[in-house]
């Protein structure tokens, strides 16, 4: 078995950051009696078939199909164009991000495209770019109703069949609900090639759906290993050992830190460019599950813990002063890597000149995890909570493990504070606000 995920949760106590947002062990034996609740309920739930997402991984059908269609599509097509947005989107860009170059370029594989926004000026140049003839366009929307994907669903639509005439279909792959919705018809009526999404699986949660999975492998990643990572997570992460489960003890620290000590903040920050898009889809998994108005009392609660993004090293230049002398309203979650896979030495060039000549013989990777290590101890210092998730390597088993053992901490966590953690109410009124502003 690979070696997989460390989780550091020493700089969230009290004997390190101090009393005003340390938490200690009080906390977390008062917590507990709730904490087994939720997890008896996860498990009763998980049981009963209500949460499918946990699953996912280990459905080898979905795989096979996927991987199939894939190895046909790449010898054929330059481009793949992403047409989703929110889930549909965020998931599978964060895995292209992460794991779609190596130290040599990119992948030999098609470019993949992600124009989640409808900004007509990025819209408008890719499109201009492509070679329509050798580019595969994936619509993604389990509805079948997402504004913004249908409207750039209708412009490829038009200049596919300008272009290609009775072949437009060949260039279209569909991603929706199994039965129901727009696409799905369309699909029938159209013959055109349709992969499914689980009805009980949500965007934010449908990484391991062919939502995520299919991109993945147009992109040439390896999609078993993503999901063994993701298996071996979702076993972890069952575990009734509360706080030696990291899923459960990530998401009690958080919802502790906002509710004792008023964290309102969490940052992700990696110490790595290719896992700033784990950290954009971390982002929307935590808000638009947690942000919510109404308990499942039906009491109004108005609870939320805002996820940002910052990037190490170059947010200490931005951000981090505002983490170390700002209010005392965030909690750190670095994202470090022990292996980069690649190294550069920094050469002595300048013997004579001893600011220069410091930094000769040391490596790049050893400045940036230096860098992550005192970012860390000076907020440590400061009194500012941290967690850091330590990534042995980048690769598809590691990244895998990360997206499932944080679903599960976010379920756990809508568990704990007694909140549907699959709905997202808030988001309805501005697609029903949106169709009336353009009906006039």
């Not at 230096?370 to 990534?391: D, N, Y």
Request: net charge negative; hydrophobic share 40%.
């Amino acid at each position: 078995m690979k070696s997989g995920l460390s989780w550091r949760f020493d700089n969230l106590a009290r004997d390190q950051v101090g009393e005003r947002l340390g938490l200690s062990e009080k906390d977390f034996s008062a917590a507990l009696p709730r904490a087994v609740k939720a997890h008896e309920g996860l498990m009763n739930r998980r049981e009963r078939g209500e949460l499918p997402f946990y699953d996912l991984p280990n459905r080898r059908d979905t795989i096979a199909e996927i991987l199939d269609y894939a190895e046909k599509a790449r010898e054929r097509f330059q481009d793949i164009v992403i047409l989703g947005i929110g889930g549909s989107s965020l998931g599978p860009a964060a895995l292209q991000m992460a794991l779609g170059r190596t130290p040599a370029g990119q992948l030999s594989a098609p470019r993949l495209h992600f124009p989640d926004n409808v900004d007509p000026f990025e819209f408008d140049a890719l499109m201009s770019q492509l070679n329509l003839e050798k580019t595969l366009f994936n619509v993604v929307t389990k509805s079948g109703g997402t504004p913004e994907t249908l409207a750039q669903y209708l412009i490829v639509r038009e200049r596919l069949q300008h272009k290609l005439r009775d072949r437009y279909k060949e260039n279209l792959v569909f991603t929706t609900d199994p039965k129901k919705g727009l696409l799905r018809k369309l699909a029938k009526e159209e013959k055109i090639r349709a992969f499914s999404i689980d009805p009980g699986v949500g965007g934010r949660f449908s990484v391991f759906t062919p939502v995520g999975l299919l991109p993945a492998a147009l992109g040439g990643l390896d999609i078993e290993e993503l999901c063994r990572g993701a298996s071996f997570a979702a076993e972890q992460c069952s575990s009734d050992d509360l706080l030696h489960n990291p899923a459960y003890r990530f998401a009690l620290s958080l919802c502790l830190l906002r509710d004792i000590k008023g964290a309102g903040i969490v940052v992700m920050m990696p110490y790595s460019n290719r896992l700033a898009g784990l950290a954009d889809w971390f982002r929307q998994l935590w808000a638009e599950s947690l942000g919510k108005k109404y308990n499942l009392k039906g009491e109004e609660v108005f609870w939320g813990q805002t996820p940002e993004k910052a990037l190490g090293a170059t947010d200490q230049h931005s951000m981090v002063q505002l983490y170390m002398e700002g209010p005392f309203d965030k909690v750190i979650c670095f994202l470090e890597v022990q292996d980069h896979g690649v190294d550069m030495v920094i050469p002595r060039i300048y013997p004579e000149e001893p600011d220069l000549d410091f930094w000769g013989g040391h490596t790049i990777s050893e400045l940036i995890t230096a860098e992550k290590h005192a970012t860390e101890e000076a907020l440590r210092q400061a009194g500012r909570p941290s967690v850091t998730i330590l990534f042995p390597r980048i690769d598809a088993f590691v990244v895998g493990q990360f997206m499932m053992t944080l679903e599960i901490a976010t379920v756990f966590a809508g568990s704990f504070l007694g909140l549907d953690p699959l709905d997202q109410p808030g988001v309805e009124l501005g697609k029903v606000l949106t169709k009336k502003w353009l009906a006039g």
